[in-house]
């Protein structure tokens, strides 16, 4: 088969190519190839070569200017204030961008396009301007803002219309003369500074054989446009179009130099796998420095990291053929009640311009929002479809093979990730409904109590437990046949009210099969791949880094019943709202009376799920409003969700105490490391090093009529970026111990025999017979992590010495750094996670 996937590879990169260059042809079509890969790089480094010459026309320009204030005789032609005070980097691009895009052109031509075009620049904004001061002056509507969203770009042929509709806005256009001085020196400061891109030729224009006048002609230089042509064809070979591999990824391994010191800390690693011909790194650099200069690549990775990397990608799958049928016929009739995609909604009706004019600043901001809302709702969806429709389109490509691969790589937490984006096991329910361990497996004696429970589990029974699961499953049984052999007949309606689906479709299918093949159940082969998952997994781990018992109890790390931390935080909130709508002269009271009765699980699930992850106050109210929970109550739907956000935030840090103290602790240190200019350090629980530098990168965005262009300053690297420090501290260390959690049990289960895995962050999955081997595992690699060493004592000595603080014992010596000590633990014992039956469930 390695022979076969090297040649699918070689498809996958001239698909990619091909790719490449129609998305190159529908740019061009839209006149924005200059602002994407790859001229955008050549126009960005010759605009900030060309930036410096640009301002020292603008040093004459405002001598000019003073020396006329000064009365030194200085007569000014009209356009030296404008260019003194003009953006220089804006003046360079439309520079660049004019010998670019009419390279061979004359030298005329050219002064009088650059010229033009500034003047037009000029224009808008003092239109812009204008316009802004009459709305606010008369109350009207803003006729530019209308203008605007007509037309998907606004260039120099837009505002010249505009301008003949709009002739009563006062613009003050540039005389041709003047034009052409400003063009003039800017084609002069070009010709200075870009002297290694461009090349000027005089040629002498005959005619009739006798010599004719003398043209200056400017163009790319060869070496320049072969540059640019080399970028072009990288640009297009360097995004293939990743696919499922035909057999077992490469391992993981690194490439060491003879003459590598492994011992010199500043060394830097290199590590190949994956595809067999497609290069790929294993540290993906996924710009999280926001510098884009992958400072992620080059990290040492332990080998217990490389090797649940390798075990993880060499689980063999196949597609659910029967499962892809499905999807084909319901994808062709288009229903959306079982497709990831819902319909359209409807934009509100346009208001007529009298009906505007009578509104109230408020409601036509209302109206505004509500437009704005649904149009990027419309716009994610056709995004889920074209996602949905290339799901299909692989699964149908690889349905004839036996068994096809996954190659995975890292994030710098140690977070592990399929390669291929289309159709992977960690997709949405759609797509993994699609995919089947390639490999079965006997159920045993276990196996069916586990598929019973993921087909409880995917239909939205989740909150059962393990005995009721499978006496809801025995109950329905004939509801399952009708879902498993008519889906999209008698199974509609059970199908399309599932939590999730197509895992749910997947399910009953298996489970139909065994039933109904003949033999004993124990020796039935499966397929299906059974997910266990952490409670709240982020607020696991913070409980256990605290000893928290409150919190461990919550998360099921306890013995004992299963406990729904959402139902719990629900029902704070329904207890404090109940209050406040009772309570007469309570200033909230109109909002709690409107969520009086209408508050459930769902209502705080999401807002408790993200909280370890750093969700903010803000973000905890922009989901219940993304969400559609405060649709049908009455009142202010955005104080509504501010109430409501409110109580929550009260609910879970009464619910989660230790784990917020915790997460504060980190945010501190991460804000006083911010304060000196420095990063993050931490290493995880297996070792790998991890660093959180998010930097302002040193550029500046300019958008002209031409187009946009970044300009990078001369230092390398940017300020560091407190508030994202701050807020994103705790959630990618919790990331990397989860990261930690999920490799060591990998790898502890790869020794016990079990050889499939199906894992998506904190949610575990293989084969039904081996589920309560993976439990066990679970649980002793948790312990492994948190019984022994204290985490944060660690955590707290890697921060006092990047702080450059003396620390002592387990304490801080300087009286001034307090903060520095993380919270006190509690007198929660870990061993408890071994008899705890719902810690992952």
């Not at 969400?627 to 501010?642: F, M, T």
């Not at 390398?716 to 994103?728: D, E, H, L, V, Y």
Request: one cysteine or more.
């Amino acid at each position: 088969m390695e022979e076969i996937e090297r040649q699918r590879e070689i498809t996958m990169v001239s698909r990619g190519v091909s790719r490449f260059y129609k998305h190159q042809e529908k740019l061009a079509e839209q006149d924005r190839q200059w602002d994407a890969a790859p001229s955008s790089g050549l126009i960005n480094e010759m605009t900030a070569a060309l930036v410096p010459g640009i301002k020292e026309v603008q040093v004459v320009a405002r001598k000019k200017f003073l020396d006329s204030l000064a009365g030194k005789g200085t007569r000014l032609q009209g356009w030296e204030t404008d260019v003194a005070t003009l953006d220089p980097v804006m003046l360079a691009y439309i520079t660049v961008r004019t010998l670019i895009t009419r390279s061979g052109a004359t030298k005329h031509v050219l002064i009088n396009h650059i010229g033009t075009t500034i003047s037009l620049e000029i224009q808008f904004e003092r239109m812009r301007a204008e316009e802004g001061r009459l709305t606010k002056l008369e109350g009207r509507r803003n006729r530019i803002e209308d203008l605007k969203r007509q037309v998907k770009e606004v260039g120099p042929r837009t505002v010249r219309k505009w301008m003949k509709k709009l002739d009563d806005l006062d613009t003050c256009e540039w005389s041709y003369d003047t034009k052409i001085v400003v063009g003039l020196l800017m084609f002069e400061a070009a010709q200075l500074r870009l002297a290694d891109y461009l090349d000027t030729e005089v040629v002498s224009l005959s005619t009739q054989g006798q010599p004719g006048r003398k043209r200056l002609f400017a163009r790319l230089n060869e070496a320049t446009q072969n540059r640019l042509n080399l970028r072009v064809e990288e640009l297009a070979h360097a995004s293939p179009w990743l696919v499922p591999m035909v057999c077992p990824p490469r391992d993981w391994v690194e490439e060491i130099a003879d003459d590598k010191d492994l011992r010199d800390p500043s060394a830097e690693f290199s590590y190949h796998g994956g595809y067999l011909s497609i290069p790929r790194s294993l540290i993906k650099n996924d710009n999280f420095l926001g510098l884009g200069n992958g400072a992620a690549h080059g990290m040492y990775v332990p080998p217990e990291v490389t090797e649940a990397v390798n075990l993880i990608q060499k689980t063999p799958w196949r597609i659910n053929a029967a499962v892809l049928d499905v999807a084909r016929r319901a994808y062709n009739a288009n229903m959306g009640d079982i497709l990831p995609v819902e319909p359209p909604r409807d934009l509100p009706e346009a208001i007529g311009e009298d009906e505007w004019d009578a509104m109230s600043h408020e409601d036509r901001g209302k109206h505004k929002n509500d437009r704005r809302v649904i149009h990027d709702h419309n716009n994610r969806l056709e995004a889920k479809r074209e996602s949905v429709r290339r799901c299909l389109a692989v699964a149908i490509d690889h349905v004839e093979f036996e068994r096809i691969y996954f190659p995975h790589d890292l994030d710098w937490r140690g977070r592990i990730y399929p390669i291929p984006q289309d159709l992977n096991p960690q997709i949405d329910d759609f797509g993994r409904g699609l995919l089947e361990l390639g490999e079965g497996k006997a159920l045993g004696s276990s196996g069916l109590k586990w598929l019973c429970h993921v087909v409880a589990a995917t239909y939205g029974q989740d909150k059962l437990s393990l005995d009721d699961q499978v006496q809801w499953v025995m109950e329905d049984l004939d509801m399952l046949h009708h879902v498993a052999t008519d889906p999209l007949g008698q199974g509609y309606e059970w199908m399309s009210r599932a939590e999730d689906p197509w895992q749910f479709l997947a399910a009953a299918m298996e489970l139909e099969e065994a039933l109904s093949s003949g033999g004993p159940l124990e020796d039935y082969i499966s397929h299906l791949p059974c997910h266990v998952d952490g409670t709240c997994n982020g607020l696991q781990h913070l409980s256990a880094l605290g000893k928290d018992p409150v919190g461990a109890e919550a998360t099921n790390l306890m013995p004992g019943d299963r406990q729904d931390i959402y139902q719990i935080v629900a029902d704070k909130v329904a207890t404090q709202v109940s209050v406040d709508a009772g309570t007469a002269d309570h200033p909230q009271q109109e909002h709690a009376g409107a969520w009086f009765g209408n508050i459930t699980r769902k209502t705080v699930k999401r807002g408790v799920m993200t909280t370890p992850y750093g969700v903010t106050s803000e973000g905890i109210r922009a989901q219940l409003i993304k969400d559609r929970l405060c649709d049908d109550l009455e009142g202010d739907k955005l104080k509504n969700a501010s109430y409501m956000r409110d109580q929550m935030i009260g609910a879970i840090d009464d619910t989660i105490v230790m784990g917020r103290a915790i997460m504060v602790w980190m945010q501190n240190v991460a804000t006083e490391l911010a304060a000196q200019g420095k990063p993050v350090h931490w290493t995880s629980p297996t070792g790998l090093q991890c660093s959180q530098e998010y930097r302002n990168p040193k550029e500046k965005r300019v958008q002209t009529l031409l187009g946009r262009t970044k300009y990078y300053a001369s230092s390398a690297t940017g300020t560091i970026r407190r508030a994202k420090q701050r807020n994103s501290v705790a959630p990618n260390i919790v990331h990397s111990y989860d990261a930690a959690h999920l490799m060591k049990t990998v790898n502890s289960c790869s020794r016990d025999g079990i050889t499939a895995f199906a894992v998506v962050h904190d949610s575990f999955g293989t084969h039904a017979c081996d589920v309560d081997t993976l439990g066990r595992h679970l649980r002793d690699q948790f312990i492994d992590i948190y019984g022994g060493i204290d985490w944060l004592e660690v955590m707290a000595n890697s921060f006092s010495h990047q702080l450059g603080y003396c620390w002592i014992d387990g304490q801080d010596k300087d009286p001034d750094s307090e903060w520095i000590i993380p919270p006190e633990r509690g007198d929660y014992d870990i061993e408890e996670v071994r008899r705890s039956r719902y810690f992952f469930f």
